[in-house]
């Protein structure tokens, strides 16, 4: 009730509804059908009130005569109008429709927008009867609550109770719907058959119910029958329900009534006149037929029940309809309400009402659009008494009632509204009586920020006027109908004792709101300070408050365990009372109050169970910082894309995306370009995205971006400095003005560096006023001069002669300046749709427009253009200049800017500018003039070519202006190169770098001759000699200017030697004759063109060379560097010069020429590769060269030369190459000179295949190589010796195989493992031929699987093959590996006890004696090929080798390669030999025993190893030797020598003595294995003391960064004090290590040496700390576990596993019982691994993974039956589809290895059984 209340404030209906309501209820007549009596003065009572009140009309009571008897008759209105609030009465009834139910009132919509409100006292006597016996009882079984009895939509018949006034002022309607008041006018005689009543139930009987239907002396009764027909009801109907039925029989004059209720007749019933109705007792609701009887404009009149008169308003006319009203026609309609006092009856002809069976929407079809704001509406009608309709751009109509076209206060002024082409209106209700939107146009209401709850949001910061205090809080106004409650504890930071003296009413607050809900139209706000200024972020769901996050909430409650802590929206959570304060409380109440506002730090958070943690203590320990990140998470110097959120005056607010981080970007960092940064700014609107910024600087309060390009580029490329610490004095940075004082300006660079540039370092110019120079936000290259560490201060200088700027810095910065114009002017051509605005877009400078020409004055002339309607085309007087113009002549006109904003093109019609345009050579000089300046640009046209060009009007970033006479203005004259002729960036204008000219054509050299007017090409001069580079002579010429001669100008070439210095033949101080052959650009002392003979030069470049001083001048001319260039041919020779040596790309550049200069790239400098690490020392600057031309070429320009005399690579030829790459599968990767790559296989690396053959080689490494021959454009390779250099070479060993033809069956040949696959091992023989072993061919074992041989045979093995067979045609060779055929032993180990493939007694015996004897070590290379070289363990000679250091090396390979190799040399057979002496194990990457382990010769060893153990021992050849093998023998020996010689020279080999070891040392300080070896020297001579002073000098030695080499002396030194030292010496070791490392490895280290040297009882003791000292570290665990395991202690390992899981966090578990299982599979009882696996797949039964591992190791350790059983129940698991593939695919797998064809076929079959099932699933 009180909501409608305030709501008509806004929207009353009809006029002013402040007056008091005595004058709007016209007195009721009592006497209503003595309608004789005339009435004049209530009439004119009535015109005076009609006059003044907005001069309305009011609609007469109708004063019609009346027939004899009943029938009562009413006069026409002289106008239709709507129902307006001010014309309602009490007692009037209406026809109104359920909008809203609540549990004690019903919203009512009433015709015309109008609002009723019936109260649960107003249904019926029999309800309010129910209810006080109800409250009396307090017994609520068959009470009926309103939303039972009504439903949203019910129509009803209602009659209006009273008007209520509310506090505003505004009136609210009471409804009644007891049929006592509804049917009041009727009595128990006038009842006939037919009528259609409404009435309440008043009883529910056995047969039926009593329906009270409000005449005195009358008592219906509805049949149970009858009841049971009402479709839309089928239930009980109960005490109070409204029901409208047609009366069946009246009995006994209407003291019994039979009522019906069935559906077809009650809503077709029409009442007939003869029914009896009459204007005093006509019901709404009555369906009536009628004629219409005239049709105007705001309605129609219409006729029913014979001679009654009605009206029907626009509103409810059918609009589709409307045409089909005419005189005379025949409608069906429905009565609205009756007006008893006037007499008026409104009628509806809306199909709703009207039609059976259509029942009333209660909402519109599109949805609730209530609140909305619509623009772009277009008003269709006014009706002037009572509003206006509207079409909204969807179609949809909507009404503006008349007090809603203007303000509250204006005059109404309906023309001028209806005259308005578009409308915004803000949507203010739905009336579903009317079916239709009510809309307001009132400015007021649409610009309100809140219309209703639904537009408030928890969290928002709001202002609102204080309404009224109360006990439990203050009430607060936000708008005229949205107020919220401030509880008494959110009044202020502090519980407030006398709020009144605080708040008075009126009093504008801030408040920030807490929770709103919509429905219940409930707001809470808080006035809290501290809750109203937080910055921190919100939480307004649990999912806001992600854990580590902070913000500021307050205390609801405190409990003895801690306090409940309030966010917004009802998001509550518990401090525990352990995170309350870092000091102990026992008691919350002592310290905390309700209401209080902390911060609190999120611990942890459930959003799904509405759960939080939270601790005081965690917020306030300074963990605020990055718990505020996640707001600004975005890094400095990071591009991003970003959306305008907001537009101010000197930045835009933005949102990061796709985060949506609130940032903001100042209008002075749009652009580099101060004129650009506005225009931006216009341009960019809210929602649009910017791309390209960067931010450059992030604090607390916000993120800043920039969009500037120069700024961007020195963040992207680093070039800044990140803290204060990071600036040095000399860095050159780039910022941008931040301020300007008299003193100085501030300079602000990225990260929130600010320095200071003080007036003196600004400008190399004067500067008198400071303020004046620079424009803040003005981008800058600053040079940092002054630190002052201390205040944290810097200077700096922006002088353009101390700052370098970047490489074509300002091309760069004008294209970017034209990218963003560009952008303003695209965005401006799509945003308007204005045809104009994209045809200027289309336009660009230099582009020729034909116009007309509009008038012409002094100051130029406009023109007209057909295309550019609305344009305005101009040319100032100096583009007319010359040309006479007739305003309507036609002319020609080049653009020279487009102003898109203001819609403004300017033009010249200048004939050398619209002239035809000449093409522009790139690096030559032309005179440009400047036609149009726009701010930071400016045009110009260059000489006579009628070309224009854009340039920057400043030409350094750093440049200032400090009068008008030094900015460029239109007219001047420029000198300018052009560096492009087109440039795509510039829309195809010429890129040119300008300087301005000096305003004579001569520049002053001395001022004895400053007639000097330069010098002339050809001249001849005189000169003495100053100084002698060499590169160059400069010479002073007789005038006093300086000239300068290049090297190869100075003698003739024929006169010149190869590695001369040409220059160094001239003496300072001589004189020489000269003559002049062209010039130098004075400002970058580049070379001008030699462009006409007539050009005088301002530095002379000189030529000395007698040939050239003494040519008549007519033969002598110019030439241009572009010809001179054309002059050279590939291959020729040259003589040219060293200039310069470049490190980085280590290539050189030499001249022939003062003007061309080539390079020369490293291969093709040197002819040794051992001068490849410093090229540069072959050559000296000024040096002659004799060079080959490999590449000349002018666009782009490139002369590369070749000082090796080869320009070619030529097939058959020896030349370097650069390795670039290392593939195993196919060798190595060269670069080689001229741009040409070329590949060597591995089979050509040498004569003599070694086995790794690419180890040798690396990155960078540049070799010898000959060109073998090439296709596809890469060279086939050789590194042969014997191609190399055929002459020295050794005899080959491995011949090169160059076609199929050359082999032959049977004979003996090696080569390199390409792959191993299911076909077969594959060898590669030459790069071009492969042969194949098959695997029966290639070991005497049963191999079921190739995965064992690849993991034998890696890529590039070598290994000595026999030729079984050579297929020509198809070049196949078929090899095999066997022993019996290649002499060599099996590929395959023993140790890997596979079963042979023959079983013969041979056989037999053959493998005993095998077993017996000793796995040779080339046997033992083969089977662990992985093993990279240096770290193959070498199996020892004799354990009792003198030279054996009692040091064992025991190795943690990743790859579990030991532990699958028992025969490598391990630990365990180390400790049988009790013999030996007892020994320190090293865990370390390296051998100790290199060239120590036996004295064997070395040519054993190595040519044992690289032939693959070709010589055995000598049993298995008893043959004599022939003189051939002799002699083999002879030069292997000799070879053998020649290698061991090498050796020693080696600095990787081990050293022997103190002496060698430290010298090492001192090279490589940091190694571990060094000092490891040193160690291990000592402990060979038991010098025990002196290795433990070994490792100490170690670990002081090796630098604190390098952990892992220090740990690793920390774990010899234990090894060494567990062997050597006693128990104390070891724990003192021990606890050192600790302090020193990271505590786990070294006890885990601790163990491992227990464990190796039998000590169990330690080892178990340190376990058991280092459980309990790392238990949330699940590697101790199964370290542990592993341990007990390997003693057998299944028990104790089953303990611990439990002690495991309590430790360990719930998600770890899993794994942990997974990798326990695994380890008793392993160790320990498999049974008990199985049950472990079986338990946890029964819980987590979708974890494949662990599915995966159990399979495995059923495989393993299981029966086939249970492996079988296992993989059955993998198949049906519920997983994806992918995942039961793969394990279908193992269990076929399995089948295959293990099983029958009946097994196989079996899993093939339930492949297929699961493929159908799913399918069915799917199509299900």
């Not at 190795?1451 to 030991?1458: A, G, I, Q, T, V």
């Not at 920390?1610 to 030292?1621: F, H, P």
């Not at 280092?1666 to 390992?1693: H, I, P």
Request: proline share 4%; charged share 25%.
């Amino acid at each position: 009730m009180s909501n409608m209340a305030a709501v008509e404030e806004d929207f009353p209906r009809g006029g002013s509804s402040k007056k008091p309501t005595g004058s709007k209820i016209v007195v009721q007549r009592t006497e209503v059908d003595n309608l004789f009596q005339s009435n004049e003065q209530v009439e004119a009572k009535k015109r005076k009130a009609a006059v003044k009140d907005d001069g309305k009309k009011l609609k007469k009571p109708k004063t019609g005569r009346e027939k004899e008897g009943d029938l009562t008759l009413n006069a026409a209105a002289k106008c239709v109008e709507i129902l307006h609030m001010k014309n309602v009465k009490e007692g009037m009834l209406m026809l109104g429709c359920v909008k809203e139910v609540t549990d004690f009132e019903v919203t009512v919509s009433l015709p015309c927008g109008l609002q009723g409100f019936l109260s649960i006292k107003n249904i019926c006597d029999s309800y309010a009867k129910l209810l006080t016996e109800q409250l009396e009882s307090a017994d609520i079984e068959e009470f009926c609550s309103l939303p039972h009895l009504f439903h949203p939509g019910m129509v009803i018949r209602c009659v209006v109770a009273k008007l209520d006034v509310a506090k505003a002022g505004s009136l609210s309607i009471q409804l009644s719907i007891n049929p006592k008041l509804v049917n009041k006018a009727l009595t128990s005689s006038s009842l006939k058959a037919g009528m259609v009543l409404s009435g309440c139930v008043e009883s529910v009987e056995d047969h039926g119910c009593i329906v009270d239907i409000g005449i005195n002396g009358s008592k219906a009764f509805l049949p149970r029958k009858a009841e049971k027909d009402k479709q839309n009801n089928p239930e009980e109907l109960k005490v109070g329900q409204y029901v409208t039925s047609q009366v069946e029989q009246v009995k006994n004059e209407g003291r019994v009534v039979r009522l019906s209720v069935s559906p077809p007749t009650v809503t077709q019933a029409c009442a007939d006149s003869e029914q009896g109705w009459n204007l005093t007792n006509l019901l709404p609701g009555l369906l009536v037929k009628a004629t219409i009887k005239k049709v105007t404009k705001h309605g129609l009149i219409l006729d029913f029940l014979s001679s009654f008169s009605g009206q029907v308003d626009f509103l409810h006319m059918e609009q589709e309809q409307a045409s089909s009203y005419t005189e005379g026609a025949e409608v069906r309609a429905c009565v609205l309400y009756v007006e008893p006092s006037s007499r008026l009856v409104a009628l509806s002809l809306r199909s709703y009402l009207v039609q059976p069976g259509n029942g009333v929407e209660p909402s519109p079809a599109g949805g609730d659009r209530i609140g909305e704001v619509v623009k772009d509406c277009k008003m269709t009608a006014m009706h002037h008494m009572s509003g206006a309709m509207l079409e909204l751009p969807d179609k949809t109509k909507a009404f503006v009632h008349r007090n809603h076209l203007k303000e509250s206060k204006e005059p109404p002024n309906e023309n001028r509204v209806l005259a308005m082409p578009e409308h915004t209106c803000r949507i203010l209700d739905f009336s579903p009586m009317d079916q239709i939107h009510f809309v307001s146009l009132r400015k007021s209401m649409i610009e309100k920020p809140f219309f209703r709850y639904h537009d408030l949001q928890a969290g928002q910061v709001v202002e609102g006027t204080v309404s009224v205090l109360l006990s439990h809080g203050m009430v607060v106004h936000l708008s005229d109908h949205i107020k919220g409650l401030v509880p008494r504890t959110h009044l202020s930071d502090i519980v407030l004792k006398n709020p009144e003296k605080k708040y008075v009413e009126g009093m504008k607050i801030k408040c920030r709101v807490l929770s709103v809900d919509a429905g219940k139209k409930k707001l809470y706000l808080t006035r809290k300070k501290a809750l109203v200024e937080s910055s921190l972020p919100l939480f307004l769901s649990f999912a806001d408050a992600r854990p580590g996050r902070v913000s500021h909430g307050h205390i609801v409650c405190i409990r003895d365990f801690g306090c409940i802590f309030r966010f917004y929206n009802n998001v509550k959570g518990l401090v525990p009372l352990r995170e309350l304060s870092s000091e102990v409380i026992t008691n919350p109440e002592e310290v905390f109050y309700v209401g209080q506002v902390l911060k609190a730090k999120v611990l942890q958070c459930d959003p799904d169970k509405e759960k939080m943690v939270l601790s005081f203590k965690a917020a306030v320990e300074g963990n605020t910082e990055e718990a505020a990140k996640p707001q600004f998470d975005c890094e400095v110097g990071k591009r991003l894309e970003a959306r305008v959120l907001k537009k101010s005056v000197n930045s835009l607010e933005v949102a990061i995306l796709p985060d949506d981080i609130r940032a903001v970007l100042p209008t002075m960092h749009l652009s580099d370009h101060l004129s650009n940064c506005p225009l931006l700014w216009e341009t960019l609107q809210e929602g649009d995205n910017i791309s390209n910024l960067v931010c450059f600087n992030k604090n607390k309060q916000n993120i800043t971006l920039t969009k500037k390009p120069t700024v961007r580029w020195s963040l992207e490329e680093g070039v800044v400095a990140k803290d204060f610490s990071e600036i040095t004095v000399g860095m050159q940075l780039i910022g941008w003005i931040k301020n300007i004082m008299s003193y100085g300006v501030f300079v602000e660079f990225p990260y929130g560096l600010v320095g200071l540039a003080p007036k003196s370092a600004m400008s190399d110019k004067f500067i008198r006023d400071a303020t004046t120079s620079f424009q803040l936000g003005q981008t800058v290259i600053a040079k940092v001069t002054n630190l002052d560490e201390e205040k944290r201060r810097f200077l700096v200088t922006l002088k353009i002669s101390e700052v370098i700027s970047p490489e074509s810095d300002a091309q760069t910065r004008l294209l970017s300046g034209l990218q963003e114009r560009r952008a303003v002017t695209e965005m401006l051509a799509l945003r308007d749709n204005s045809d104009l605005r994209q045809q200027l877009a289309a336009l660009s400078v230099g582009q020729k427009l034909k116009l007309t020409v509009d008038t012409v004055m002094d100051s130029g002339a406009t023109f007209k253009s057909d295309d550019l309607a609305g344009a305005s085309i101009q040319a100032t007087k100096h583009h007319v200049m010359g040309v006479n113009l007739t305003p309507g002549q036609k002319v020609t006109a080049v653009i020279l800017h487009i102003d898109i904003l203001s819609a403004c093109v300017h033009v010249s019609v200048l004939s050398k500018l619209v002239g035809k345009k000449k093409s522009l050579n790139e690096g030559s000089k032309y005179t440009a003039m400047v036609q149009h300046i726009d701010k930071d640009f400016a045009v110009i046209s260059l000489d006579d070519t009628a070309q224009l060009t854009m340039i920057q009007t400043s030409r350094h970033l750093n440049e200032i202006f400090l009068s008008e006479s030094e900015k460029l203005k239109a007219g001047m004259s420029l000198s300018v190169e052009v560096i492009e002729s087109s440039c795509q960036e510039a829309q195809g204008l010429p890129l040119v770098s300008w300087e301005r000219c000096a305003p004579k054509r001569q520049r002053v050299t001395s001022e004895s001759q400053t007639g000097s007017k330069g010098h002339l090409f050809g001249e001849i001069v005189q000169g003495k000699v100053r100084t002698v580079k060499p590169t160059s002579i400069q010479v002073t010429l007789e005038d006093g200017s300086t000239g300068s001669v290049h090297v190869s100008e100075v003698m003739e070439v024929t006169e010149m030697h190869q590695g001369s210095f040409p220059t160094s033949s001239v003496k300072v101080d001589s004189v020489v004759t000269a003559r002049v052959i062209g010039g130098r650009d004075v400002s970058s002392y580049r070379f001008l063109p030699f462009s006409h003979p007539k050009f005088t030069y301002t530095i002379p470049e000189l030529t000395l060379i007698p040939s050239k001083v003494d040519k008549s001048g007519a033969d002598f001319k110019p030439v241009p560097a572009k010809e001179k260039l054309k002059g050279y041919k590939v291959g020729e020779e040259l003589t040219c010069f060293v200039s310069k040596f470049n490190p980085k790309r280590k290539s050189l550049e030499v001249t022939t020429d003062p003007c061309v200069t080539g390079t020369v790239e490293l291969l093709a400098m040197i002819t040794d590769p051992k001068d490849a690490g410093h090229p540069e020392k072959l050559y000296k600057l000024g040096q002659a060269v004799h060079a080959k031309v490999v590449e000349v070429n002018s666009k782009p320009q490139r002369f590369t030369l070749s000082l090796n005399g080869v320009h070619k690579l030529e097939q058959g030829s020896v030349t370097l190459g650069m390795v670039i790459n290392i593939q195993p599968q196919t060798g190595l990767l060269l670069r080689l000179p001229f741009g040409a790559t070329g590949t060597v296989a591995v089979t050509d690396l040498a004569d003599a295949y070694k086995p790794n053959p690419l180890d040798r080689y690396s990155k960078d490494q540049v070799l010898r190589c000959f060109l073998v021959g090439s296709e596809n454009g890469k060279w086939q390779l050789s590194l042969r010796p014997s191609r190399l250099n055929p002459q020295q070479a050794k005899p080959v060993k491995d011949e090169e195989v160059l076609s199929v033809d050359k082999l032959k069956a049977g004979q003996i040949i090696r080569g390199f493992v390409k792959s191993v696959g299911e076909q077969g091992v594959f060898i590669r023989l030459s790069r071009s031929i492969t042969g194949r072993a098959q695997f029966q061919q290639s070991t005497r074992y049963f191999v079921n699987n190739h995965k064992v041989l690849s993991d034998h045979l890696p890529p590039n093995t070598l290994l000595t093959t026999k030729i079984l067979s050579v297929n020509k045609e198809e070049e196949l060779v078929n090899l095999s590996l066997l022993p019996e055929d290649t002499g060599k032993p099996d590929i395959l180990p023993e140790s890997l006890s596979l079963p042979l493939r023959l079983i013969g007694e041979e056989k037999k015996k053959h493998d005993t004696q095998k077993k017996k004897r000793k796995l040779s070590e080339s046997e033992q290379k083969q089977a662990e090929p992985q093993v990279p070289k240096k770290k193959k363990k070498k199996a020892k000679k004799a354990k009792t080798d003198d030279s054996d250091s009692g040091v064992e090396v025991y190795f943690r390979e990743e790859d579990k390669e030991d532990e699958e190799e028992p025969k490598s040399n391990s630990v365990k057979q180390v400790r049988q030999d009790s013999a030996g002496p007892s020994r320190l194990q090293v865990t370390a990457g390296f051998s100790w025993d290199v060239g120590l382990s036996s004295l064997k010769p070395a040519s054993a060893a190595q040519e044992g190893d690289s032939s693959d153990g070709e010589d055995q021992d000598g049993s298995s050849k008893p043959q004599k030797k022939s003189r051939h093998e002799q002699e083999q023998e002879k030069k292997a020996a000799e070879k053998a020598l020649v290698q061991r010689e090498a050796e020693l020279m080696d600095p990787s080999l081990r050293p022997q003595d103190a002496p060698a070891f430290e010298r090492l040392l001192l090279a490589s300080p940091n190694s571990s294995l060094l000092w490891l070896q040193y160690m291990a020297h000592h402990l060979q001579a038991t010098q025990i003391e002196q290795a433990r002073a070994v490792a100490e000098r170690a670990l002081k030695t090796i630098s604190f960064r390098e952990e892992q080499e220090k740990l690793n002396v920390w774990v010899a030194l234990l090894n060494l004090e567990n062997m050597y030292g006693t128990e104390e010496s070891l724990k003192k070791v021990f606890e050192r290590a600790l302090q020193f490392c990271e505590p786990m490895p070294v006890y885990q280290q601790l163990a491992d040496i227990y464990t190796k040297s039998d000590k169990t009882k330690e080892a178990e003791g340190l376990y058991k700390t280092m459980v309990k000292r790392f238990r949330q570290n699940k590697a101790v665990w199964l370290s542990y576990g592993t341990f007990l395991l390997q003693q057998g202690q299944g028990d104790a390992a089953s303990a611990v596993l439990q002690r495991a899981l309590k430790s360990l966090p719930s998600k770890e578990s899993v794994d942990v019982i997974g990798k326990f299982a695994q380890l008793e599979f392993r160790y320990g009882d498999s049974e008990k691994g199985r049950a472990m696996f079986d338990k946890v797949l029964t819980s987590y039964p979708k974890r494949t993974d662990l599915w995966s591992v159990f399979i495995d190791l059923m495989v393993k350790h299981g029966s086939q039956k249970e492996v079988r059983a296992l993989f059955d129940r993998v198949i049906h698991l519920s997983v994806s589809v992918k995942k039961i593939k793969f394990f279908f695919k193992r269990y076929l797998e399995y089948e295959k290895k293990h099983g029958t064809p009946q097994s196989i076929q079996a899993v093939k079959e339930k492949a297929m059984e699961f493929v159908e099932a799913k399918g069915t699933e799917a199509a299900h």
